[in-house]
């Protein structure tokens, strides 16, 4: 996996680092409200890592710059990434990636 803040995310000296998913800080609000309430959920860093990359495989990546202007509006409303977020935390907390 390419790092960040290394040549990873250049190409012919063009920094491609600061292209994020616009979904991306959308799922991690929603994630850090959701979290407290996750009753019986282990909130190790391996689990949380787990319940955000398996909500953010259910949304339609789009992809802005720095400071781009945002034409469309949000593809993925907060009620399907909330919804998104109820499923990925019963899968992990069902199916966790380390020894209970």
């Not at 398996?54 to 593809?75: C, D, F, K, V, W």
């Amino acid at each position: 996996m390419a790092d960040r803040d290394g040549d990873g995310y250049r190409v012919r000296g063009h920094d491609l680092a600061h292209v994020r998913n616009y979904s991306e800080l959308r799922v991690i609000e929603a994630l850090r409200e959701a979290l407290p309430r996750q009753a019986g959920f282990c909130g190790c860093t391996l689990c949380v890592q787990d319940v955000y990359a398996l909500t953010m495989n259910r949304i339609p990546a789009h992809y802005i710059q720095s400071g781009a202007i945002l034409l469309h509006p949000e593809a993925t409303s907060r009620d399907d990434i909330e919804s998104y977020l109820r499923d990925a935390f019963e899968r992990v907390r069902a199916h966790p990636k380390h020894p209970r």
